[in-house]
């Protein structure tokens, strides 16, 4: 005959207080912004769900933008289910984009997959991001999906009508994707003469700021090397991180060594062809630089 043994486990559930990031770590150990960057912006997250504090909803964004892992590790990290981590990512991306305002990998839409895929066969959302030599983004274009070529956000953009109309006092620089205009310098194409050769040289080397930017903010927010979300959310993230880059920079947050690197130099999309008089306007402009100045 058979003998069963039955054995009767007690099960104890043990609840754990929820972790406050802002009282647990020191300065140095918290995520990279300072804590008065993090308050700067606590004020314009709502509280409609009363489960998460304004500020423990901040902390979790902003871990999940540090890090680009997934909802689960940032969930429990932080001691709340992933559904809440995508949700809260999803309140503070739209909550700081309303506040202020390169190609980010994504993964493939449910919907017209085929528009997000750029010449290197990847799903990319194409950024179109207007930067000065302190590393500040002044104007930035997050909505179009990465077939689209880097001329025609330009020409779809605010900005461009903007500066049709009223020219600034100064010009934008822009690689040979973009189109020759009285207020956009293009490099040339190939240089016939020594001046020609030194108006390229500076031209690159103050272009550099942007791809430095670029890289820049790919580091300070991991999330943008591969977003796993849909197109809207992914936009709506950029731009939360956009706005936290400008904020980290306004206010001297240190990023170690990575000001000195150099950001991922992306190869720029063929020239297009814009407006006859445009480009001639612009040639005007470009030859009376080198004229003068080389």
Same mark, same amino acid.
């Given at each position: 005959?058979?003998?069963?043994?039955?054995?009767?486990? *007690?099960?104890?559930?043990?609840?754990?207080?929820?972790?406050?990031?802002?009282?647990?770590?020191?300065?140095?150990?918290?995520?990279?912004?300072?804590?008065?960057? *993090?308050?700067?912006?606590?004020?314009?997250?709502?509280?409609?769900?009363?489960?998460?504090?304004?500020?423990?909803?901040?902390?979790?964004?902003?871990?999940?933008?540090?890090?680009?892992?997934?909802?689960?590790?940032?969930?429990?990290? &932080?001691?709340?289910?992933?559904?809440? &981590?995508?949700?809260?990512?999803? *309140?503070?991306?739209?909550?700081?984009?309303?506040?202020?305002?390169?190609?980010?990998?994504?993964?493939?839409?449910?919907?017209?997959?085929?528009?997000?895929?750029?010449?290197?066969?990847?799903?990319?959302?194409?950024?179109?991001?207007?930067?000065?030599?302190?590393?500040?983004?002044?104007?930035?274009?997050?909505?179009?999906?990465?077939?689209?070529?880097?001329?025609?956000?330009?020409?779809?953009?605010?900005?461009?009508?903007?500066?049709?109309?009223?020219?600034?006092?100064?010009?934008?620089?822009?690689?040979?994707?973009?189109?020759?205009?009285?207020?956009?310098?293009?490099?040339?194409?190939?240089?016939?003469? =020594?001046?020609?050769?030194?108006?390229?040289?500076?031209?690159?080397?103050?272009?550099?700021?942007?791809?430095?930017?670029?890289?820049?903010?790919?580091?300070?927010?991991?999330?943008?090397?591969?977003?796993?979300?849909? =197109?809207?959310? *992914?936009?709506?993230?950029?731009?939360?991180?956009?706005?936290?880059?400008?904020?980290?920079?306004?206010?001297?947050? =240190?990023?170690?060594?990575?000001?000195?690197? =150099?950001?991922?130099?992306?190869?720029?999309?063929?020239?297009?062809?814009?407006?006859?008089?445009?480009?001639?306007?612009?040639?005007?402009?470009?030859?009376?630089?080198?004229?003068?100045?080389?």
């Amino acid at each position: 005959a058979l003998t069963w043994q039955v054995l009767c486990i *007690a099960t104890t559930i043990l609840y754990l207080e929820r972790a406050k990031p802002l009282e647990k770590y020191t300065t140095e150990e918290r995520f990279r912004e300072h804590t008065v960057s *993090a308050y700067s912006f606590f004020n314009c997250i709502t509280r409609r769900s009363h489960s998460l504090s304004v500020e423990e909803q901040v902390l979790i964004a902003l871990r999940f933008y540090a890090s680009g892992t997934f909802y689960q590790v940032v969930g429990d990290n &932080v001691g709340v289910d992933k559904s809440t &981590v995508s949700n809260v990512a999803k *309140a503070v991306s739209i909550a700081l984009a309303i506040i202020d305002c390169t190609h980010v990998h994504i993964q493939a839409p449910h919907e017209r997959d085929w528009e997000y895929i750029n010449r290197k066969g990847r799903y990319r959302i194409n950024i179109q991001l207007v930067g000065d030599a302190d590393l500040i983004i002044t104007n930035c274009v997050v909505k179009w999906p990465g077939s689209v070529y880097d001329a025609r956000i330009l020409r779809e953009s605010a900005l461009y009508r903007e500066l049709q109309t009223n020219r600034p006092d100064g010009i934008i620089l822009g690689d040979s994707a973009y189109p020759l205009l009285p207020w956009l310098m293009t490099p040339f194409l190939a240089a016939t003469t =020594p001046a020609q050769a030194r108006f390229n040289t500076a031209h690159c080397k103050t272009r550099c700021a942007i791809q430095r930017l670029n890289g820049v903010l790919k580091r300070r927010f991991a999330c943008l090397n591969y977003l796993r979300v849909e =197109p809207q959310g *992914a936009c709506n993230i950029i731009l939360a991180c956009i706005v936290l880059h400008n904020i980290a920079t306004r206010h001297n947050v =240190p990023l170690c060594e990575v000001y000195d690197a =150099p950001g991922p130099v992306e190869e720029p999309d063929q020239p297009l062809v814009f407006c006859r008089n445009e480009g001639l306007t612009g040639h005007v402009v470009r030859d009376a630089i080198v004229r003068n100045y080389f």
